[in-house]
C-alpha cells in the first residue's frame, strides 16, 4: 500500500511561489497518476493538476494554468508542485493524491486511491 506524505505549504505573500512535495513510500509513481487537490475553508476539494508518469500527460485547472509545473525526482519516490505568482485565493490545504484515473476521471477524488495528510498554503500579504 502506498503511503503519502505532503509537505512545503506555508505562509507566503502575494506574487510568491512555494513547490509543495508528495513522498512516497510502500511503492513509487512510475504506475500511477499524481494529482493535487486543494479544499478551501467551506468549499469543496477541488482539483489542480494531475500527471500520469507513463505517457507525461499534464493536466491543470484554470485556475493554476501557466503558473504552475510537477516534476519528479529520479526514483519516481517524490513529486512537486510548483506554483508561482500565488494569490489569496490559492489559499487552502492542499493535497496529493495517486491513482489511475481514465483522462475523464483526471478531476475526480473518487479516481485516486491514496492520499498525503495535507499541507496548509496561506496567501496573504
Known amino acids: 500500500q502506498v503511503q503519502l506524505v505532503d509537505a512545503g505549504g506555508g505562509f507566503v505573500q502575494p506574487g510568491g511561489s512555494l513547490r509543495l512535495s508528495c513522498a512516497a513510500s510502500g511503492g513509487s509513481f512510475t504506475s500511477y497518476t499524481t494529482a493535487w487537490f486543494r479544499q478551501a475553508p467551506g468549499k469543496e476539494r477541488e482539483f489542480v493538476a494531475a500527471?500520469?508518469?507513463?505517457?507525461?500527460?499534464?493536466y491543470y485547472s484554470d485556475s493554476v494554468k501557466g503558473r504552475s509545473s510537477i516534476s519528479r525526482n529520479r526514483g519516481y519516490s517524490e513529486a512537486y508542485l510548483q506554483i508561482d505568482n500565488l494569490q489569496p485565493e490559492d489559499t487552502a490545504v492542499y493535497y496529493c493524491?495517486?491513482?489511475?484515473?481514465?483522462?475523464?476521471?483526471?478531476?475526480?477524488?473518487?479516481?485516486?486511491?491514496?492520499w498525503g495528510q495535507g499541507t496548509q498554503v496561506t496567501v496573504s500579504s
Open positions: 500527471k500520469r508518469w507513463s505517457g507525461g500527460n499534464t
Open positions: 493524491a495517486v491513482g489511475r484515473p481514465i483522462q475523464s476521471s483526471m478531476a475526480s477524488t473518487r479516481a485516486y486511491y491514496y
